[in-house]
């Protein structure tokens, strides 16, 4: 090698004559490369057709029709289910399932009702409990005939999958155009959520009173209205006051005897600590006042025991009769209003704390028998007195020998934002109807849609009342509507007594009603509305089909995936190509419909040929 | 420059070993082309020989033509194009020129007479000299 090298740095002449040869050699080489590549390539293929195995295992013609019952429960738009399940409808025997028409409606004796949604506003979720409520113009219904004038047959009702329940209900204003209609939460709404599970029911000329237990209506509602008690602190729910003072049931109000002490409270301990917002309402009247900073009475919430129990957050008339101030208590007095108001007058107070952290409140007052305002008299502070959190609710008394009553004392949670109601549209008792639809597939793998002739729907159905009669319909793909348009009969089924078996063609508008992948969407709706509530009991629902053409099956046992390309239908005098598209993996056996292929006469062959150039072949004699 | 030519002209003591050179490169690179072409071109007809794939998809001894027609599927790399059909190793007319491309297919329709339940060798020539012969019997 060292030689050669010195004889080509003696003899440079002939090294651009090495530098050929060799690029010659090179491209020589790749060439002679790819001719080996090109003939392993082609052993691969001819290897991999010797052990394509495919075979044709049967050939039939099909030219009947198949059936396709429902394979999930019926959606009722209007009416109600009442025994058996879609099972029951599969097949013409002896179980059957059943509907009613109508409403599921809590109680017949009411003839309308409304639908109450109730919207969660709010950035969490609002707990069962929650007081919310609905307006409703019970003038024109009174004016209707559709309510009595008492309001006694305004009731609420909660649905609960299918239990009815009957809630207190609190009706402010009964026949005017802005009914207040308050009732409690019986589940809890996501943030933003909706629960739509609740309906206000009327027109009952018969109605006894209703349920309007305002303690299942609010957080906390007393209206004293017991026998005179010296110390309401024997009650259960009123044991504990803090500081001086006396706190008595006379003449069904609370009364408070200020003294000195600081703070002086009455506690609902009945509720323990409120752990939420609330918004406390309470009728006061003065009746006795001193006058001075002592002089003080009002709501309170957001107890604790810092410095000592009772310590919270006020609302109160302050000082003399035009102040209303807010105060936290033993830390720092907060915003101070003006409200003039008077001695021995009854006053509505309303007071809340929504987020006792920013040391914001507020409270308003105005005298009972006028429009509550809608502003706040106080929307401000506690002051810069250390913060609290939520705690104790009750009833703020004076430090002096103040004389105060409290009468309809009325706390109900809140939220950052109230949650809103609506009313649905009014829907009568009376309007009978049944409207259901089902969902239908056909197994376009089976039997594609190529290869359809007709389409039909067939149900067997024995109503209760033979006076009205039943549609079928189905879901309309192009103009996204149900629809009878262009079937054979749109007329309607007058049934007779027993069972009765109807049946419609879709005639050549099938296509427009069955989805592409083989989705047929049947509705059953009865005349229309009317008093009877016809009882419709279903044996049996189907989509039948009809099509024709070759269902082939292969068998691929194989080792290899074989793709099939062209079948060929041949007898003696005919033959016939066709083109394929079918992949058959290794062990499987794959079955094709095909609505093009007519066979020919007997005896006949087919042969499928793969990609790699097999043939199976399939004779018929 | 007429001066650098005369001088060139006039010292000839370099000329040989230049022309020798370049002689060989010339040579060379000549001899070298020829091989690598003639390399290239064998091995180019030797690929698509061995490329050629062809299958018979169906015979159809055709009663209303009176002609047997063989349907021909390109399964190889390579395209094809018959030069010949033979029934019973005579010669037959066919609808040439029939070629057929990668994965195409078609029928041949050899224009040969035939009667029923004789057998017949029927042998389809490629013009890169592939047969694709079998025996196929009249219905």
Sequence with gaps: MRAITKHLKREKRGISTVIVVMLSLVLITIIVGNVVLWSYQMNQFDWERLHEDVTITDVSRVNGSSLFVAQSEYELNIGNRINGAYTDTQAVDDQFESFTEGLSWWNTNYDYRRQITIVNNAVSAIDEGYSVCVTIDTASLISAGKTLASGDDLRVAYLSGSIWTELDRDAIDVNSASTQVWFKTQAAIEATGADGNYYVYYGNPSSGSPPANKSNVYLWFDDFSRADNPDITTETAYNVKTGGGVWSIETNALKNVGASGDPNKLLITALGDVNNAVDMFVKIRVTSFAGGDASRMGLSCCMDTSPSRGSGCCGLLHEDVNSLDLLNDLRSWGTQGTYSWSLNTWYCMRFRVNDPASRVGQVKVWQVGTTEPSAWTVDGNFGSGTARSYGEVGFAGSRTTDTTYFDDILIRFIADSEPSTSLGSEESQGNNRLDMDGAFTIDVSTYPLSGITNVEIHISYQPSDTGEKWYLKAYNWTSSTYSDNGFNSTAGHTPTTGWNYYTVNLTNCWDSYVNSNGTVYVKIVDEGADADQTLLEIDFFAVRIEIDGVMFTFENPGSLTSHLVSLWANNSTHHQRYSMDVFINSGDVASTFRSDISLPDEPFTIKVVTERGNTAVFSED | ?139
């Design chain 2, 1 to 139: 420059m007429k001066k650098l030519f005369k001088r060139f002209l006039r010292d000839k003591r370099a000329v040989t070993p230049v022309l020798s050179h370049l002689l060989l490169t010339v040579v060379a690179v000549a001899v070298m082309s020829l091989a690598t072409s003639a390399t290239f071109m064998i091995t180019t007809n030797m690929r698509e020989t061995m490329g050629e794939r062809v299958i018979v998809e169906d015979v159809w001894f055709n009663s209303a033509t009176g002609t047997i027609d063989v349907y021909m599927r390109n399964v190889g790399k390579a395209d094809i194009q018959v030069s010949s059909v033979y029934v019973e190793h005579v010669g037959q007319s066919f609808n040439g020129p029939f070629s057929l491309q990668v994965n195409k297919h078609g029928w041949l329709r050899i224009a040969c007479s035939w009667a029923s339940e004789e057998a017949y060798y029927i042998d389809i020539v490629t013009k890169r000299g592939n047969h694709i012969a079998s025996y196929y019997k009249a219905p």
